[in-house]
Protein backbone atom coordinates (compact mmCIF):
# COMPACT_ATOMS: atom_id res chain seq x y z
CA UNK A 1 0.00 0.00 0.00
CA UNK A 2 1.24 3.55 -0.58
CA UNK A 3 2.27 5.97 2.12
CA UNK A 4 -0.46 8.81 1.85
CA UNK A 5 -0.70 9.95 5.26
CA UNK A 6 2.22 12.45 5.00
CA UNK A 7 1.63 13.59 1.16
CA UNK A 8 0.32 17.28 1.33
CA UNK A 9 -0.88 19.18 -1.87
CA UNK A 10 -0.62 22.71 -2.23
CA UNK A 11 -1.98 25.25 -4.57
CA UNK A 12 1.28 27.41 -6.41
CA UNK A 13 1.48 30.73 -8.27
CA UNK A 14 4.61 30.60 -9.97
CA UNK A 15 5.71 34.37 -11.41
CA UNK A 16 7.65 34.41 -14.26
CA UNK A 17 10.38 37.30 -14.10
CA UNK A 18 12.36 37.64 -17.19
CA UNK A 19 15.95 38.91 -16.93
CA UNK A 20 17.12 41.82 -19.56
CA UNK A 21 19.90 43.81 -19.15
CA UNK A 22 17.68 47.11 -19.57
CA UNK A 23 14.51 47.56 -19.46
CA UNK A 24 12.43 50.02 -22.21
CA UNK A 25 9.87 52.27 -19.71
CA UNK A 26 7.17 54.86 -20.87
CA UNK A 27 3.96 56.05 -21.43
CA UNK A 28 1.92 53.82 -23.80
CA UNK A 29 2.87 54.87 -27.87
CA UNK A 30 6.49 56.16 -26.96
CA UNK A 31 7.87 54.07 -29.59
CA UNK A 32 9.13 51.77 -27.02
CA UNK A 33 8.19 48.30 -29.46
CA UNK A 34 9.69 50.52 -32.60
CA UNK A 35 12.85 51.20 -30.96
CA UNK A 36 13.36 47.55 -29.92
CA UNK A 37 12.68 46.87 -33.71
CA UNK A 38 15.13 49.08 -34.94
CA UNK A 39 18.28 48.06 -32.72
CA UNK A 40 17.64 43.96 -32.72
CA UNK A 41 15.79 41.37 -34.72
CA UNK A 42 13.12 40.88 -32.58
CA UNK A 43 9.62 42.00 -34.51
CA UNK A 44 7.44 43.42 -31.98
CA UNK A 45 3.74 44.54 -32.72
CA UNK A 46 3.82 48.11 -33.46
CA UNK A 47 0.46 50.67 -33.13
CA UNK A 48 -0.18 53.99 -32.47
CA UNK A 49 -3.27 52.95 -30.40
CA UNK A 50 -2.14 52.31 -26.14
CA UNK A 51 -1.21 48.94 -25.06
CA UNK A 52 -0.03 47.41 -27.93
CA UNK A 53 2.41 45.48 -26.47
CA UNK A 54 0.74 43.41 -23.18
CA UNK A 55 3.40 40.88 -22.82
CA UNK A 56 7.28 41.93 -22.81
CA UNK A 57 9.34 41.36 -25.86
CA UNK A 58 13.25 40.50 -25.93
CA UNK A 59 16.27 41.42 -27.94
CA UNK A 60 19.74 40.95 -28.40
CA UNK A 61 21.34 43.86 -28.68
CA UNK A 62 24.67 43.97 -30.59
CA UNK A 63 27.02 47.90 -30.35
CA UNK A 64 29.09 48.04 -33.27
CA UNK A 65 32.50 47.86 -30.40
CA UNK A 66 31.16 44.64 -30.04
CA UNK A 67 29.75 44.21 -26.65
CA UNK A 68 25.87 42.93 -26.54
CA UNK A 69 23.22 43.13 -24.13
CA UNK A 70 20.06 42.16 -23.78
CA UNK A 71 17.02 44.47 -24.01
CA UNK A 72 13.34 44.47 -23.28
CA UNK A 73 10.41 46.21 -24.43
CA UNK A 74 8.01 46.51 -21.52
CA UNK A 75 4.31 47.25 -21.69
CA UNK A 76 3.51 50.84 -21.44
CA UNK A 77 3.06 52.44 -18.35
CA UNK A 78 0.12 55.25 -17.03
CA UNK A 79 -0.39 56.64 -13.28
CA UNK A 80 -1.58 54.28 -11.07
CA UNK A 81 0.15 50.97 -12.59
CA UNK A 82 1.93 50.51 -9.19
CA UNK A 83 -1.73 49.46 -7.77
CA UNK A 84 -2.51 47.49 -10.81
CA UNK A 85 -4.03 50.38 -13.37
CA UNK A 86 -3.17 50.10 -16.92
CA UNK A 87 -1.06 46.98 -17.31
CA UNK A 88 0.76 48.40 -14.23
CA UNK A 89 1.92 45.55 -11.65
CA UNK A 90 2.67 43.07 -14.62
CA UNK A 91 5.13 45.79 -16.36
CA UNK A 92 6.12 47.10 -13.26
CA UNK A 93 6.91 43.67 -12.08
CA UNK A 94 9.55 43.14 -15.00
CA UNK A 95 11.28 46.03 -14.46
CA UNK A 96 12.59 44.52 -11.30
CA UNK A 97 15.25 42.33 -12.63
CA UNK A 98 16.67 44.81 -15.14
CA UNK A 99 19.58 46.61 -14.71
CA UNK A 100 19.45 49.53 -16.19
CA UNK A 101 16.66 51.66 -17.11
CA UNK A 102 16.06 53.62 -20.56
CA UNK A 103 13.02 55.83 -19.82
CA UNK A 104 11.65 56.96 -23.17
CA UNK A 105 9.23 60.63 -23.03
CA UNK A 106 7.48 61.18 -26.32
CA UNK A 107 8.42 64.40 -27.79
CA UNK A 108 5.72 64.80 -30.50
CA UNK A 109 2.99 66.29 -30.42
CA UNK A 110 0.79 63.25 -29.00
CA UNK A 111 -1.53 65.63 -26.75
CA UNK A 112 0.35 64.72 -23.81
CA UNK A 113 2.95 66.93 -21.84
CA UNK A 114 6.53 65.25 -21.36
CA UNK A 115 7.29 67.08 -18.43
CA UNK A 116 4.33 65.89 -16.27
CA UNK A 117 4.73 61.89 -18.36
CA UNK A 118 8.30 62.33 -16.45
CA UNK A 119 7.00 62.47 -13.21
CA UNK A 120 4.64 60.32 -13.03
CA UNK A 121 6.53 57.49 -14.53
CA UNK A 122 9.10 58.38 -11.85
CA UNK A 123 6.46 58.66 -9.01
CA UNK A 124 5.07 55.17 -10.00
CA UNK A 125 8.75 53.69 -10.01
CA UNK A 126 8.88 55.10 -6.54
CA UNK A 127 5.69 53.75 -4.85
CA UNK A 128 6.55 50.45 -6.64
CA UNK A 129 9.30 50.15 -4.23
CA UNK A 130 12.12 47.79 -4.38
CA UNK A 131 14.35 50.74 -5.01
CA UNK A 132 13.28 51.29 -8.78
CA UNK A 133 13.44 54.65 -8.26
CA UNK A 134 17.00 54.14 -8.09
CA UNK A 135 17.85 52.18 -10.61
CA UNK A 136 20.56 53.68 -13.24
CA UNK A 137 18.69 55.45 -15.71
CA UNK A 138 19.20 56.78 -19.38
CA UNK A 139 16.50 58.80 -20.28
CA UNK A 140 15.20 59.42 -23.81
CA UNK A 141 13.10 62.22 -26.14
CA UNK A 142 11.88 59.85 -28.79
CA UNK A 143 10.49 60.95 -32.06
CA UNK A 144 12.81 63.82 -32.54
CA UNK A 145 11.56 63.54 -36.36
CA UNK A 146 8.23 65.13 -35.50
CA UNK A 147 7.88 69.02 -35.97
CA UNK A 148 8.14 70.88 -32.56
CA UNK A 149 9.89 68.49 -30.74
CA UNK A 150 13.13 70.06 -30.66
CA UNK A 151 11.55 73.12 -28.83
CA UNK A 152 8.99 70.37 -26.64
CA UNK A 153 12.90 69.24 -25.44
CA UNK A 154 14.23 72.13 -25.07
CA UNK A 155 11.61 73.10 -22.34
CA UNK A 156 11.56 69.90 -20.82
CA UNK A 157 15.27 69.97 -20.11
CA UNK A 158 14.67 74.01 -18.69
CA UNK A 159 11.94 72.50 -16.68
CA UNK A 160 13.04 69.55 -14.79
CA UNK A 161 16.75 69.88 -15.13
CA UNK A 162 17.03 66.79 -16.48
CA UNK A 163 18.97 65.82 -19.96
CA UNK A 164 17.67 63.50 -22.20
CA UNK A 165 19.52 61.99 -25.24
CA UNK A 166 17.47 63.05 -28.66
CA UNK A 167 16.31 60.36 -30.81
CA UNK A 168 14.52 58.81 -33.47
CA UNK A 169 14.04 55.39 -34.36
CA UNK A 170 12.50 56.76 -37.58
CA UNK A 171 15.55 58.37 -38.97
CA UNK A 172 18.00 56.22 -36.25
CA UNK A 173 19.14 59.88 -35.26
CA UNK A 174 20.79 59.16 -31.81
CA UNK A 175 20.25 55.57 -31.76
CA UNK A 176 24.11 54.24 -31.75
CA UNK A 177 24.49 56.58 -29.24
CA UNK A 178 22.07 55.26 -27.31
CA UNK A 179 23.68 52.05 -27.33
CA UNK A 180 27.01 53.31 -26.68
CA UNK A 181 25.48 54.94 -23.32
CA UNK A 182 24.00 51.73 -22.16
CA UNK A 183 26.87 49.80 -23.06
CA UNK A 184 29.21 51.98 -20.74
CA UNK A 185 26.40 51.82 -18.01
CA UNK A 186 25.77 48.49 -18.03
CA UNK A 187 29.81 48.22 -17.23
CA UNK A 188 29.80 49.93 -14.76
CA UNK A 189 26.10 48.76 -12.85
CA UNK A 190 26.75 45.27 -10.74
CA UNK A 191 24.44 42.39 -11.15
CA UNK A 192 21.42 43.03 -9.35
CA UNK A 193 20.82 40.86 -7.02
CA UNK A 194 17.83 38.48 -7.28
CA UNK A 195 16.22 38.63 -3.84
CA UNK A 196 16.06 42.16 -2.15
CA UNK A 197 16.53 41.46 1.70
CA UNK A 198 12.65 42.67 1.95
CA UNK A 199 11.12 40.16 -0.31
CA UNK A 200 12.93 37.71 0.68
CA UNK A 201 12.13 37.93 4.81
CA UNK A 202 8.33 38.85 2.93
CA UNK A 203 7.58 36.04 0.63
CA UNK A 204 9.58 33.42 0.69
CA UNK A 205 8.65 30.72 3.27
CA UNK A 206 10.03 27.38 3.27
CA UNK A 207 7.72 24.38 3.43
CA UNK A 208 9.67 20.84 4.33
CA UNK A 209 7.48 17.80 4.30
CA UNK A 210 7.45 16.26 7.67
CA UNK A 211 10.80 13.71 9.50
CA UNK A 212 9.87 10.64 8.10
CA UNK A 213 9.03 7.81 10.47
CA UNK A 214 12.34 5.56 11.39
CA UNK A 215 12.28 2.07 10.22
CA UNK A 216 13.87 1.12 13.54
CA UNK A 217 14.78 1.35 16.99
CA UNK A 218 17.17 -0.37 19.40
CA UNK A 219 17.02 -0.78 22.49
CA UNK A 220 19.72 -1.95 25.14
CA UNK A 221 17.47 -3.29 28.27
CA UNK A 222 20.42 -4.88 29.45
CA UNK A 223 24.22 -5.90 29.35
CA UNK A 224 24.06 -8.59 26.47
CA UNK A 225 20.42 -8.23 25.02
CA UNK A 226 18.89 -5.85 22.39
CA UNK A 227 15.46 -5.46 20.83
CA UNK A 228 14.91 -4.18 17.53
CA UNK A 229 11.81 -2.06 17.75
CA UNK A 230 10.04 0.15 15.08
CA UNK A 231 6.51 -0.45 13.49
CA UNK A 232 7.40 -0.74 10.01
CA UNK A 233 10.11 -3.34 10.75
CA UNK A 234 7.81 -5.70 13.30
CA UNK A 235 5.15 -5.18 10.35
CA UNK A 236 7.60 -6.92 7.83
CA UNK A 237 8.90 -9.57 9.92
CA UNK A 238 5.07 -10.48 10.98
CA UNK A 239 4.13 -10.66 7.10
CA UNK A 240 7.19 -12.76 6.32
CA UNK A 241 7.15 -17.05 6.77
CA UNK A 242 10.42 -17.38 8.46
CA UNK A 243 10.27 -21.24 8.92
CA UNK A 244 11.20 -21.33 4.69
CA UNK A 245 14.67 -20.60 4.02
CA UNK A 246 13.49 -17.53 1.60
CA UNK A 247 11.50 -15.94 4.31
CA UNK A 248 14.29 -16.17 6.49
CA UNK A 249 16.90 -14.90 3.47
CA UNK A 250 14.06 -11.94 3.11
CA UNK A 251 14.42 -10.67 6.47
CA UNK A 252 18.03 -10.81 6.74
CA UNK A 253 18.16 -9.12 3.83
CA UNK A 254 15.68 -6.65 4.59
CA UNK A 255 17.39 -6.18 7.99
CA UNK A 256 20.95 -5.88 6.00
CA UNK A 257 19.94 -2.96 3.41
CA UNK A 258 18.47 -1.34 6.77
CA UNK A 259 21.79 -1.24 8.49
CA UNK A 260 20.50 -2.69 11.28
CA UNK A 261 23.74 -4.99 12.01
CA UNK A 262 25.83 -1.76 11.51
CA UNK A 263 23.80 0.10 14.02
CA UNK A 264 24.26 -2.94 16.44
CA UNK A 265 28.04 -2.49 16.33
CA UNK A 266 28.25 1.28 16.72
CA UNK A 267 26.15 0.61 19.83
CA UNK A 268 28.64 -2.04 21.36
CA UNK A 269 26.47 -5.08 20.71
CA UNK A 270 29.19 -7.94 21.14
CA UNK A 271 29.47 -11.62 19.68
CA UNK A 272 26.77 -14.04 21.28
CA UNK A 273 24.59 -11.01 22.72
CA UNK A 274 20.80 -11.64 22.12
CA UNK A 275 18.71 -9.84 19.85
CA UNK A 276 15.32 -9.82 19.71
CA UNK A 277 12.75 -8.89 17.10
CA UNK A 278 9.39 -9.52 18.05
CA UNK A 279 8.99 -12.58 19.30
CA UNK A 280 11.91 -13.52 16.79
CA UNK A 281 15.32 -13.66 18.93
CA UNK A 282 18.44 -14.66 17.22
CA UNK A 283 22.13 -14.09 18.48
CA UNK A 284 24.08 -11.44 16.97
CA UNK A 285 27.80 -12.12 15.26
CA UNK A 286 29.65 -9.89 13.00
N1 LIG B 1 7.49 59.93 -36.05
C1 LIG B 1 7.86 58.90 -35.32
N2 LIG B 1 6.96 57.97 -34.96
C2 LIG B 1 7.37 56.94 -34.21
C3 LIG B 1 8.71 56.79 -33.80
N3 LIG B 1 8.81 55.67 -33.04
C4 LIG B 1 7.58 55.15 -32.99
N4 LIG B 1 6.70 55.90 -33.69
C5 LIG B 1 5.25 55.63 -33.85
O1 LIG B 1 4.62 55.71 -32.59
C6 LIG B 1 3.54 54.75 -32.50
C7 LIG B 1 3.70 53.89 -31.26
O2 LIG B 1 4.88 53.13 -31.40
P1 LIG B 1 5.14 51.81 -30.54
O3 LIG B 1 6.57 51.45 -30.79
O4 LIG B 1 4.10 50.77 -30.78
O5 LIG B 1 4.98 52.40 -29.07
P2 LIG B 1 5.12 51.66 -27.65
O6 LIG B 1 5.79 52.60 -26.75
O7 LIG B 1 5.73 50.33 -27.84
O8 LIG B 1 3.59 51.52 -27.23
P3 LIG B 1 2.87 50.46 -26.22
O9 LIG B 1 3.26 49.09 -26.67
O10 LIG B 1 1.40 50.71 -26.45
O11 LIG B 1 3.31 50.79 -24.85
C8 LIG B 1 3.57 53.96 -33.80
O12 LIG B 1 2.61 54.48 -34.67
C9 LIG B 1 4.98 54.23 -34.36
O13 LIG B 1 5.05 54.15 -35.76
C10 LIG B 1 9.66 57.79 -34.22
O14 LIG B 1 10.86 57.75 -33.92
N5 LIG B 1 9.16 58.81 -34.98
MG1 LIG C 1 4.95 48.49 -27.53
Known sequence: MPKTANLESKRLILELKLLADVGLVGFPSVGKSTLLSVVSSAKPEIADYPFTTIIPNLGVVRVKDGRSFVLADLPGIIEGAHQGKGLGLQFLRHIERCRIIVHVIDMSESGRDPVSDYKIIQKELKEYGF????????????KMDEEGAIDRLKEFEKKTKVKCLPISALTEEGVEELLYRCADLLD?????PLFDKD???????VYTLP??????????????TWVITGDKIIKFYRM???????????????????????????????????????????????
Open 199 to 205: EEELENK
Open 211 to 224: EEEKEFEIKHPTNN
Open 240 to 286: TNISTDDGMMKLLTRLRKLKVDDKLEELGAKDGDLVYLDDFTFEYFR
Open 131 to 142: GLDKRPVIVVAS
Open 188 to 192: KTPAF
